[in-house]
Every structure is written in structure tokens, then in C-alpha cells.
């Protein structure tokens, strides 16, 4: 089954049942049956508006869940709020999920711009994140381990310090490539944070603006890639400790 949402604008909705998932999805909140029929079912989203709505939960402005495969493109994502994870969007489920030319602008919150939180396979090309900020102020925020994740073609500009592009608390496959990340000048916190060790994944030809993070890298509490020459260097060293990409080259720092 196909479904396709085209052309529109979703705005001023808000998500606010007392509990999971009806908190959830202040926009639009597509969720599944979680079954063996449910990977059949495919949602596009192409040329939306999303802007000013809210939810008691997460997903301020989208919510996708369960086994369904989610395709968005040439959609924004802007001035959205939720008062738990994915101020922007919440991704959830197992299925596939594939962002192209996907904006999220200034949605605040606790949580991040996007929250990945789903199994399957994970890919953002040319997907820019500007200026979304909350408590904790992460663009993207990715947490589950058994996932495959590509993120390509894009940028991150966080606008509250402390901030951090790219939060990873596990996953079977990362990559980072052709990505600018910039934000505030003087930030203590790291363009790229994971925080356990996830081996064997690349990091390539990105551009990391000068000043504008304290660390072009973080692991956890001990591992620390400063913003700099040096630092430079060690991230462009394949299967150095310091990050453990196999793949690991053409990082420039402006």
C-alpha cells in the first residue's frame, strides 16, 4: 500500500492526549500496526509545510512510528515545539526512513530538532538544521543501536550553547560524509558527540567552521578531538582510537 501527502501545509496543530502515542505528533502523527503486514505500507511526504504546531509529548511537528517505510522530501520543518524528544520530528519504528532536502528551522524544546529513535535503515541527504534549540540542544539526536545510518549533503547550525550537531548513542553502521557544521563562536561541546565507542564507521569530507565548537569530536567523557590543526589531523586518520572510523578522511577546518 501506497499513501503519498503532497502540497500542502500542516499548522497550529497540537498533540495533547494524556498519554503515549496520543501526545505525540503535533502536525501530523502517522503510526502502524506493528505486524508482519506493516512493512508493506509506504507514506511519502513531498513538498509539505510544517510549521507552528505543538505536542505534550514528542514530535512536535511529525511523528512517524511502527514498521511503515516514511519517504520526505522538499519538505519544512519550522517553528514547531513538543515538551519531550523531536521538537521538529520524532522517528520512530522499524521500518525505512529517508529524508531528501528535508529543513528543520528554529523548533525549541527540550529535546533535539530530530530524534531517531527506530531500528531499519536511516538516511538524511541534503537535510539542513538551523537554529533549533531546547534543553538539550542537539540538531540531531540518534539513539538506537541496531540501525543502519547515513547522513549526507548537509548542515548543522545549532544556536544555543552548549550545542552539539550530531548526538550517536549506538548504531550498526554510521556515516557522516560532505556535511558542514557550524554554530555559535566559543561553543564548549562538540560538532560530533557519541557517546559510547561505535566502531567501524566513516567520517569523510566534512567542513567544520573554525572556532565555532570546542571539539570537532567527542566519545563519551575521555575522548576529546580538539578544534584545531592536531585535532584535525587525528580525524583524519582512519581507525585511530580517538574515533575508530574505518573510513576516516578529507575533513577540512575553516
Not at 505500507?41 to 510544517?50: E, G, P, S
Request: glycine fraction near 14%; hydrophobic fraction near 30%.
Amino acid at each position: 500500500m501506497a499513501i503519498t501527502l503532497e502540497n500542502f501545509t500542516v499548522k497550529g496543530g497540537y498533540a495533547n492526549g494524556t498519554t503515549y502515542p496520543h501526545s505525540y505528533g503535533g502536525g501530523l502523527s502517522m503510526q502502524g500496526p506493528i505486524d508482519v503486514y506493516a512493512d508493506d505500507i509506504t507514506i511519502t511526504i513531498r513538498d509539505l509545510i510544517v510549521r507552528n504546531n505543538y505536542s505534550d509529548g514528542g514530535g512536535g511537528g511529525i511523528f512517524m512510528s511502527s514498521k511503515m517505510n516514511y519517504y520526505l522530501y522538499d519538505t519544512d520543518v519550522t517553528d514547531n515545539s513538543a515538551d519531550s524528544w523531536g521538537n521538529g520530528i520524532y522517528a520512530g519504528g522499524y521500518g525505512t526512513t529517508y529524508l531528501s532536502y528535508v529543513d528543520l528551522y528554529r523548533n525549541t524544546g527540550p529535546g533535539s530538532g530530530m530524534y531517531i529513535n527506530s531500528a531499519g535503515t536511516k538516511t538524511l541527504s541534503h537535510c539542513y538544521f538551523m537554529d533549533n534549540a531546547g534543553t538539550f540542544v542537539d540538531s540531531l539526536y540518534i539513539s538506537k543501536s541496531n540501525a543502519t545510518y547515513s547522513i549526507t549533503y548537509g548542515g548543522f547550525y545549532p544556536n544555543t550553547k552548549p550545542a552539539i550537531g550530531i548526538t550517536v548513542t549506538g548504531a550498526t553502521s554510521l556515516t557522516i560524509s560532505n556535511v558542514w557544521f557550524g554554530g555559535d563562536p566559543g561553543n564548549t561541546s562538540a560538532a560530533i558527540y557519541e557517546s559510547q565507542d561505535i566502531s567501524g564507521h566513516t567520517i569523510t569530507n566534512n567542513k567544520f567552521l573554525v572556532s565555532y565548537y570546542g571539539a570537532l569530536y567527542k566519545e563519551g567523557s575521555t575522548v576529546t578531538i580538539t578544534d584545531n590543526a592536531s585535532g584535525l589531523a587525528l580525524l583524519n586518520t582512519a581507525n585511530h582510537t580517538s574515533h575508530d572510523a574505518s573510513t576516516a578522511s578529507g575533513n577540512t577546518i575553516e
